[in-house]
């Protein structure tokens, strides 16, 4: 097995279009894992660790941030909480301290698994991945558009992930997953919610729950439209957004749980989390009159 | 002589200079915080190969053919074996040899070793055995125990058939005290396999040494009884198989049985260079026995008031293909089957069988865990049927000193049960959960809930266990020590082949030859078959064994040094002493430095420990006085509970045992707290999921244990009511609070929620349908 080590972004690309079928690595912890259980033996791995401009990010010009792939959740919690709420808690439940230290959502991007705590927060804030190759450059691909099966992305073989972009919080976000302890567990299932009270519009995100990451597109379009912006959150309501996020589901039977429980359990968060995302964006409503 | 390993075992001097009861502080517990302490997986010596071993990725199939020619013609491989290579007996077992070394034409369950390599380098091994060409016909595995059980002729997995043994229970008039039951009650429980889950992997390194023998350095739970399997099959005498402990990290049951001795023996001899064998933690799900599942029925008759009358009990483990321990498993789970509770009219019916299921055996609680989950879920039930409250109806049944188990055995110590159940239930309860803060709450910053949908609940469990092994075993301990002087200071060497395994007998040892010789400094060698047999670090055995062991030997040196000094003295005291390094006379005081006394001699004593000796059960009424000492442990667990969610958080877990003797209690209390989350653990997430025959979890990212923020915090009562018979009165301690706490969960759930849970572990689909 081949070890590349590029020292910058450009000789990342180069050495990516030269050796397509290279694995990138950044933290490790999940790339080291398979490979310790044999369950890959990629020909050469191309280590993004030395590449430096993946460890930044930037606030841009109209608000939003731009987030280098190679950014680990413990500094996402650390210095982004406040612009990506949902995705700082979401950073939260990866693994234990050490995993967090190592861990990147470009780690998580590129292995595209359904379980992946970083997407559900990026799908419901409405987050584009920026990849690029040497051959074409920089394009950006929205969250929506990046899972394309079980563990399986939009990227062309001599692309690499190099940062994501989230729009400005506009609203209460939340993240919650279900796991069978209390902490460092893969998600049986996860949801997040991220509020548009301006837009009049919310957006979800579901994780372990259909062979991709996915929206639940009737859930947010129910609630648009049956929801009071300037009132109360209606317990029918909720309860009906839940509802439609589970049956948005087409969850599995596996060893972390059952297709049921997992209906059940993406019901009973959505309703939840909408009723704090509610419950925060009443009060904002009501501090700022 | 051979080379010795890098990182091999070396002298210990023991930290501190705490006595018998003292908290002092463990030898290897900075190296292990620091990351320097030296396990089994860090030998290494130059020039050494590595072993691969393949396994069936079958729990049942023929073997039509093996193909080795593909993995000798890979560079670097220096030698392939089958069945065909093992140099003597071809099958070893801790009860039975019935445990192929290499599969011989059948696999029996998935990961059975077929074929060993070794090779220059690990991954070459590994790329080598997957060379391996196997022909199979895969057959049907049988995986239904009580299938089994019901036609043991037919569904044989092995020589030995279906059932490997039914212990029968028979006390009392059944039919009269059917009649005479006023309340009865009954359930069906069953119990997934839990898995030792140690972190240290099987490991270990064979030197093969001039004389045609082998060094072997391995983490083990018992030097001896390893050895005595591992000659036979390679080919040699006991003496020229050198065994030395190397870093054990964890065991609990699992290191009992062989891993990989034996075939790095084999690939050692072969090759004529050192061959040291690594599982990876997928390999080592299936390099080890996990504890069997269980299948229970039960039933119970009572008077109106909660007094039980009869109890009828069936209960099914499930040992795998190979015997293993499941013999003395089913003896525990029959003999402890109703836990310690006085009932007069008993009938149970254990079975172990044989199945094409993952191989089961030793783990912590051994049998005695399974049934407790059950008969503490039947104490509930009949708790509930009779109105009488949880504490209550085990007080009502708990049985003292003098009370009968259900073998009959008259309970000849104390057994303070109902006093420590009054005890528990008089400690104070938890605040209500501080919301603020996602860690106090089911599913932690997961954030499932701020509160909505939090119930709390409150359980107690009680649990009995036998301590040293049972049934006429004469599991004895030998210790060495020796006194002289080093530096100008008198020095205590102690020697055992006994296994340090993490429960920190290595301490006590020092401990022990510090109060009975009067001396600070203690040097603890490194445990190997140069010394006699010392038992199994197994069934909270070692403070009373070896610990017995290594006191009767330094009673043997002080008597030398005693001789020594009234030599010296003169005079005719016959009230001396060793205490601070000099001789002491009572009547006299200080007369002489212990140092001064040895001069250049060095006094040296081996002495054999025995405890009292026991019978097997009766093969039909299961009576006899089959274990040496038995020890007790409650627990009360308060949980909250997700309702919604199915998920739990234990809230605090209170605890009272009775240990005999606190030798040390940092250590002690430690042993409490590990014991309580491994219960935990199997209450509430740790199971081997199987599929017909398949392991679905072999990983740590799925077979889950508990964190930091899974395990409470635990308030402990520690009760000292001496055993006579025992070494300064003390009580077997590692194995109770497992027990106990996995029922005392489970009842704070159905507390919280309601729900019969019938099953551990829980999970939440059990709670929320």
């Known amino acids: 097995m081949d070890f590349l080590r590029p020292t910058s972004w450009e000789e990342a690309l180069a050495a990516k279009a030269e050796r397509p079928e290279a694995l990138p690595i950044q933290g490790g912890t999940d790339v080291m894992v398979e490979l310790n259980f ?51 808690q979401a950073a939260r439940t990866v693994g234990s301290p050490q995993i967090r230290n190592r861990g990147t959502v470009g780690g998580n991007l590129g292995a595209a698994s359904p379980a992946g705590d970083a997407h559900p927060p990026l799908l419901a804030a409405g987050a584009a991945y920026e990849v690029e190759s040497a051959a074409q450059g920089v394009r950006s691909i929205p969250a929506t558009e990046f899972y394309l099966g079980v563990k399986r992305n939009a990227l062309r073989p001599d692309e690499l992930i190099r940062a994501f972009r989230l729009p400005p919080v506009a609203g209460p976000q939340y993240f919650s997953k279900i796991g069978t302890r209390n902490a ?20 979800t ?29 209606d317990e029918a309501v909720a309860g009906r957004f839940g509802e439609l996020v589970g049956a948005a589901a087409s969850p599995i039977d596996d060893v972390r749980g059952t297709a049921e429980y997992r209906r059940h359990a993406l019901g009973v968060m959505a309703r939840r989390t909408l009723a704090w995302a509610w419950n925060d964006h009443r009060k904002g409503a009501l501090e700022c009159a | 002589m051979t080379t010795v390993p890098v990182s091999a075992a070396k002298d210990v001097v023991a930290p501190g200079r705490g006595g018998v009861g003292d908290s002092v502080l463990r030898p290897d517990g900075t190296l292990k915080v620091t990351g320097e302490f030296a396990y089994a997986s860090d030998l290494w010596i130059d020039g050494m190969l590595f072993g691969v071993t393949l396994r069936s990725p079958h729990a049942r199939a023929r073997i039509r053919s093996i193909d080795v020619g593909p993995a000798l013609a890979v560079p670097g491989v220096e030698a392939v074996l089958t069945h065909e290579d093992v140099p003597g007996r071809k099958v070893y077992g801790l009860e039975h040899a019935d445990q192929p070394v290499l599969a011989i034409g059948e696999v029996r369950h998935q990961g059975e070793p077929i074929a060993l390599v070794a090779a220059d380098h690990p991954e070459t091994a590994r790329h080598a055995a997957e060379q391996i060409r196997v022909g199979w016909e895969v057959l049907e595995p049988i995986t239904d125990a009580r299938a089994v059980i019901a036609d043991p002729d037919s569904l044989r997995v092995q020589d030995r058939g279906g059932i490997a043994r039914h212990q029968p229970v028979r006390v009392g008039d059944m039919v009269a005290a059917r009649a005479r039951a006023e309340v009865v009650v009954s359930g069906d429980f069953s119990v997934g396999i839990q898995d030792q889950a140690f972190l240290g992997p099987e490991s270990g390194l064979a030197v093969p040494g001039e004389d045609g023998g082998i060094d072997l350095f391995v983490a083990t739970q018992w030097l001896h009884n390893d050895l005595r399997q591992i000659a036979p099959c390679l080919g040699l005498p006991d003496e020229k198989v050198r065994m030395t402990l190397a870093g054990v990290g964890g065991a609990f049951g699992g290191r009992e049985d062989l891993s990989m001795q034996i075939h790095a023996g084999m690939l050692a001899l072969r090759t004529g260079r050192p061959v040291k064998i690594v599982y990876n933690r997928y390999e080592s799900f299936f390099g080890h026995v996990h504890r069997h599942p269980a299948l229970m029925r039960y039933e119970y008759g009572a008077t109106r008031d909660g007094r039980i009358l009869y109890a009828d009990a069936e209960i099914v483990l499930d040992g795998g293909a190979y015997t293993s321990s499941t013999l003395a498993v ?10 310690p509770y006085e009932i007069p009219n008993i009938e149970i019916d254990a079975y172990g069988v044989y199945t094409n299921n993952p191989p089961c055996g030793a783990m912590r609680g051994f049998g005695a865990v399974q049934a407790c989950f059950a ?3 039947m104490m509930d039930r009949l708790g509930e049927a009779c109105g009488v409250g949880p504490v209550e109806i085990r007080r009502i049944n708990a049985v003292g000193q003098g009370s009968k188990l259900a073998t009959g055995q008259v309970i000849d110590s104390p057994a303070p049960l109902a006093d420590m ?39 107690y469990g009680v649990g009995i266990k036998n301590i040293c092994f049972s049934e006429g075993f004469d599991d004895y301990s030998t210790a060495r020590v020796r006194l002289e002087v080093v530096g100008g200071e008198a020095t205590a060497v102690v020697h055992t082949a006994a296994a340090e395994v993490g429960q920190g007998l290595v301490t006590l040892q020092a401990q022990i030859a510090r109060t009975e010789l009067g001396v600070d400094r203690v040097v603890i060698q490194p445990a190997d078959n140069g010394v006699g047999d010392a038992g199994s670090s197994s069934a909270s055995r070692q403070s009373y064994m070896t610990g017995g062991a290594v006191k009767a030997a330094c009673e043997a040196v002080r008597a030398d040094v005693l001789a020594l000094a009234r030599e010296r003295l003169g005079g005719t005291y016959e009230d001396l002493s060793l205490i601070g390094g000099k001789v002491v006379s009572a009547s006299a005081g200080a007369l002489a430095e212990i140092a001064d006394v040895l001069g250049d001699r060095v006094v040296e004593q081996t002495r054999e420990y025995h405890h009292r000796p026991t019978v097997a059960m009766d093969p039909v009424t299961g009576q006899g006085d089959t274990h040496v000492q038995l020890a007790l442990c409650v627990h009360r667990a308060v949980v909250d509970v997700d309702v919604e969610l199915g998920l739990v958080k234990v809230v605090e877990l209170a605890a009272v045992q009775d240990v005999g003797k606190i030798m040390n209690r940092l250590s002690l209390e430690g042993q409490i707290h590990g014991g309580s989350a491994q ?21 740590f990212t799925d077979y889950l244990i508990p964190t930091i923020l899974d395990m409470p915090p635990m308030r402990l009562d520690i009760l000292e009511s001496p055993d006579p018979a025992a070494p300064y009165g003390l009580r077997g301690a590692g194995e109770p609070p497992t027990l106990s706490s996995t029922p005392a969960i489970v009842a704070a759930v159905r507390d919280a929620t309601g729900r019969a849970l019938t099953r551990v572990p829980i999970r939440p689909e059990h709670i929320c349908r």
């Open chain 2, 375 to 377: 008969y503490e879920s």
């Open chain 2, 330 to 339: 089913v003896a525990n789970a029959a003999s402890l089957g109703l836990g």
């Open chain 1, 38 to 88: 044999g369950v890959h033996r990629p020909a050469a791995l191309l280590d993004l660790g030395p590449v430096r401009e993946l460890a930044t990010w930037e606030p841009l010009p109209d608000g939003s941030v731009r987030v280098g792939a190679g950014v680990p959740y413990a500094r996402l919690i650390a210095e982004l909480g406040d612009r990506m709420p949902g995705l700082a």
């Open chain 1, 184 to 203: 460092m567990v893969i998600a049986v299932c996860s949801f997040s919610i991220a509020l548009f009270p301006s837009e009049r519009r919310v957006g």
């Open chain 2, 679 to 699: 219960g935990l653990g199997l209450a509430l997430m740790e199971e081997i999921v199987v599929q017909d025959g398949l392991v679905r979890n072999p990983s």
């Open chain 2, 421 to 459: 159940l009054t005890r528990l239930e008089a400690m104070p309860l938890p605040a209500p959960p501080d919301t603020a803060d996602l860690r106090n709450l089911p599913g932690g910053v997961s954030q499932t809930t701020h509160g909505e949908g939090v119930a709390r609940g409150v359980g």
């Open chain 1, 205 to 233: 995100g579901l994780g372990s729950a259909a062979p991709t990451p996915l929206r639940a597109y009737a859930a947010e379009e129910f609630l648009a439209d049956a929801a009071d912006w300037d009132g109360d959150l």
